[in-house]
Structures are given as C-alpha cells and as structure tokens.
C-alpha cells in the first residue's frame, strides 16, 4: 500500500505555508519540504541567499556613502585638470559582456540540473572567460585614468567601488573554475549540485550590483 509522505515545517518561519504562492523563479531562494534535515540543497540555498543579502548591505553601505558625497560636493567633486571616469567605448563591452554572462550561467546551470556534462562544460567555460574579460577590461580602464586612489574624493570611491566589486568577480571566477573541475570527477554532481546553484546566484548578484555601479560611476555625469 502506498503510503503519503508527509512534511511537517520544522523551520521557525512557516515557509512552506506560502511557498507555494510564489512563482518558480523566487521559490529556488527558501528550502523546500518544510525546511527538514534532508532538504540539504534548500536549506543551503537559503543559507546562501542570506549571506548575499549580507553583502549587498556592504554595497549599499559604499552606494549610498557615494551619492552622499557626491551631493554635498557637487560643485568641487573633480580636481582640476581631471576628468573623471569616462563612458568610454572599453567600459560600455565591459559591461556588455559582464551582463550577457548571466544569461550563459543560467542555461549552464539549468543543463547540469538534467545531467548534460558536456553543454554545462561550455556554457560554464564560456561565462569563466566572459567574466575574466571584464577583470581585464577593469585593468585596462584603470590605467588609462587620469587619476589615482589618492585624488580627492572622486579617486578613493571610484577605486574602492569598483575595486571591490572587481574582487566579487575574482572570487566569482575563481568558483566558477572550481565547479568546472569537479565536474570531471566521475559522479561528483549526481547527488546534488548545490555548489554550481550558489555559483550562478553569486554571479547574478555581481551583475546587478553592476548594474548599480554603472549607472553611478558613468551614467550621472558631474
């Protein structure tokens, strides 16, 4: 006789309550099946997302510290003689490029999920040099600025901004190589893949703070 399992929620928020309510894309962020002990993957997932959630307070916090200055030296923010970063040709593939590299992550994630090595391998190989494009995109950019760490407050936030979000994209990469290694290990993801999962939101979570950093550095001109 067939026998229904049943999942009773043993986390301290009723997840599973409301889970069901929320579309597919969203309910990869909270563990499944109540939270239980066997639900590894989710309830790893959810750890993860709320270690993102952590991180992105440290990028507002430097966001915010940016538009702060920015306002109440609007009109002294430029030394003389320097201009500033610049909408150049370079940063606009950068980004380009670094924004593309979510929509190869996904459908490289979405192949491991069926069991297809083979087109996890490119498409994950390809988001590895995409991604260390842009590193060395930021490289170029940054010697070609005609101004240092040092220059006023349009230097020290410029460098510590980018400077620091180039260092997500370091560590971004450097997992994106350690999934592409395990994935040559003979039945290293048949019992689960969480690592490349928290790879792919970690990468995600790089663009849009991107997304931000654009928009702030480059797009509102002084």
Do not use: C
């Not at 494009?133 to 490289?139: D, E, K, P, R, S």
């Not at 990468?203 to 950093?213: K, P």
């Amino acid at each position: 006789m067939n026998r229904r399992t049943i999942y009773i929620d043993e986390s301290p928020i009723r997840f599973e309550k409301w889970r069901k309510y929320l579309p597919n894309w969203l309910k990869r962020f909270l563990p499944s099946r109540g939270g239980r002990a066997e639900d590894h993957h989710g309830k790893a997932i959810f750890g993860f997302t709320v270690f993102l959630l952590s991180e992105s307070i440290i990028f507002l916090s430097f966001i915010f510290t940016y538009i702060g200055l920015r306002l109440t030296h609007s009109g002294n923010w430029l030394p003389p003689g320097i201009s500033g970063p610049e909408l150049s040709t370079l940063v606009i593939i950068n980004t380009v490029i670094l924004l593309s590299s979510s929509f190869v992550i996904q459908p490289a994630e979405n192949a491991l999920q069926r069991g297809r090595l083979k087109k996890f391998r490119w498409l994950w190989l390809m988001t590895i040099v995409m991604g260390t494009y842009f590193l060395v995109g930021q490289g170029i950019e940054w010697s070609k600025l005609d101004f240092g760490l040092s220059t006023g407050l349009v230097g020290s936030t410029f460098y510590v901004l980018t400077g620091f979000h180039g260092l997500h994209v370091l560590a971004g990469v450097i997992l994106q190589v350690t999934m592409l290694v395990r994935s040559f290990i003979p039945g290293n993801y048949d019992k689960g893949h969480f690592g490349a999962s928290a790879t792919t939101l970690f990468w995600h979570f790089v663009d849009i703070v991107w997304v931000f950093l654009f928009s702030l550095l480059y797009l509102w001109q002084a």
